[in-house]
C-alpha cells in the first residue's frame, strides 16, 4: 500500500503559477510511475502529467502547452507539479497518483491521494 498526499492548493489569480507537492509514504515508492490528474465540478477527472521511475520521461496533456512541469525526487518520496500561467478553467481538485500499468488514464494508476483544490480566478 502507498499513500500519497498532496499540498500545495489554494486560491491564485489567473496567470499566476503553483507548485503542488505529493509525499508518497508506506510501500515503497521504488517503480512506480507517477501522475497528476484534475476533476473539475461537473466534469469527469482529466490527465495532467506523468513521469516515469527514473524521471527520464515526462508526459503532459496537449492543453498544457509547455506551462506544466513535473519532477520527482526519489530520494525523499516526492512529487511536484509546478504549474504556470494558470487559467480560470484550470480550477479543479488536483490528485496525485501512483501506478506501474501506463500513463494517460485514472484506471492505470492503483493508488490516489485525497487531493488538493486549486481556484484560479479571473
Known amino acids: 500500500q502507498v499513500q500519497l498526499v498532496e499540498s500545495g492548493g489554494g486560491l491564485v489569480q489567473a496567470g499566476d503559477s503553483l507548485r503542488l507537492s505529493c509525499a508518497a509514504s508506506g510501500r515503497t515508492f521504488r517503480g512506480y510511475t507517477m501522475g497528476w490528474f484534475r476533476q473539475a465540478p461537473g466534469k469527469e477527472r482529466e490527465f495532467v502529467a506523468a513521469?516515469?521511475?527514473?524521471?527520464?520521461?515526462?508526459y503532459f496533456a496537449d492543453s498544457l502547452k509547455g506551462r506544466f512541469t513535473i519532477s520527482r525526487d526519489n530520494a525523499k518520496n516526492m512529487v511536484y507539479l509546478q504549474m504556470n500561467s494558470l487559467k480560470p478553467e484550470e480550477t479543479a481538485v488536483y490528485y496525485c497518483?501512483?501506478?506501474?500499468?501506463?500513463?494517460?488514464?485514472?484506471?492505470?494508476?492503483?493508488?490516489w491521494g485525497q487531493g488538493t483544490q486549486v481556484t484560479v480566478s479571473s
Open positions: 513521469i516515469t521511475w527514473s524521471g527520464s520521461r515526462l
Open positions: 497518483a501512483a501506478g506501474n500499468g501506463g500513463y494517460f488514464r485514472s484506471r492505470e494508476y492503483d493508488y
